[in-house]
């Protein structure tokens, strides 16, 4: 089993009221698991957000926590919600509707990986999963909400930037004719998930920092921005998929050259992203 659940990254003063976390880069693939599956150790690692809790590691040093999955998406996937359970490979589970999530077999435990290569022979029985579930989903979730709490305790609103990357291929269908190809697309759910002036905050921050924004697709956000977006309640949920080929190899999922260029441009985004909110820090003792 993987080593643990997630990491979180502290600042040595909580001075913003933002959360970053990177719930799909894990890379702990244990034996057991590898032993499991049909693919080979480069193919499992095709979903993986490789590196992106590297881009983002420097929040800390802006007042603002990092929260890093450690077990890996192909493992199980914290940005579904924990009974997005597939009947295809879990034993007893029963169909119940349509969920095109699962259809696809990108449940919580995922049965396939980029391009719909099947993980596994054979199903896996309820128990595994519910094992999984219990102990790297529940804790994972629990680490999330605990920041996002204290947060809002402390400056009277939250901003979850829920962290990812994107094969370049996703964006073939939105770059045609004069349209530039977005780097970056941030998902609000169209404004179910976050107020819009803050999402314009942050996309104003990739901007500066020489990045192509889009909004919403093809990525409007999963089950971590329903989750945790709320709004009326000053507590804001973005998330971020970023073109993976501006910082690394897909095919052998390497960082390339531009790795450290384009992590200078993020720590120029995070730097900006994580005083969202300090203009309010006065009226939180109200």
């Not at 990092?66 to 940005?79: E, I, M, S, W």
């Not at 435990?109 to 719909?116: E, L, S």
């Not at 939105?174 to 942050?202: C, H, N, Y």
Request: charged content about 25%; proline content about 6%.
């Amino acid at each position: 089993m993987p080593k643990v659940a997630y990491e979180v990254l502290h600042p040595e003063r909580r001075t913003s009221c933002v959360v970053f976390a990177s719930p799909h880069s894990g890379r702990d693939y244990p034996w057991s698991f590898l032993r499991r599956t049909v693919l080979d150790e480069q193919t499992v690692r095709s979903s993986e957000d490789a590196f992106v809790d590297k881009l983002f590691d420097m929040a800390p040093q802006y007042g603002a926590p990092l929260l890093k999955a450690g077990a890996p998406r192909a493992f199980v996937d914290l940005n579904r919600s924990a009974d997005e359970l597939d009947p295809a490979l879990i034993e007893g589970v029963r169909r119940q509707g349509h969920n095109p999530r699962i259809a696809s077999g990108l449940g919580v435990i995922p049965r396939v990986v980029a391009n719909g290569r099947v993980i596994y022979r054979g199903k896996l029985p309820m128990r595994e999963a519910e094992r999984r579930i219990d102990l790297y989903w529940r804790p994972y979730h629990a680490a999330l909400q605990k920041l996002l709490d204290g947060a809002h305790q402390h400056h009277g609103l939250t901003v979850l930037i829920d962290c990812h990357s994107m094969p370049h291929e996703a964006m073939d269908g939105i770059a045609q004719g004069a349209r530039k190809r977005p780097d970056v697309v941030l998902g609000d759910r169209f404004g179910a998930a976050a107020g819009g002036e803050i999402v314009d905050m942050v996309e104003a921050a990739f901007a500066a920092a020489g990045f192509t924004v889009a909004r919403n697709a093809p990525f409007a956000g999963a089950y971590v921005t329903q989750a945790y977006g709320r709004p009326s309640r000053h507590q804001h949920a973005v998330q971020v998929e970023i073109d993976r080929s501006l910082y690394m190899n897909e095919r052998t999922i390497t960082r390339h050259s531009e790795f450290d260029a384009v992590r200078d441009r993020l720590r120029a985004v995070v730097s900006e992203v994580s005083t969202i909110g300090q203009s309010r820090m006065p009226l939180a003792a109200e």
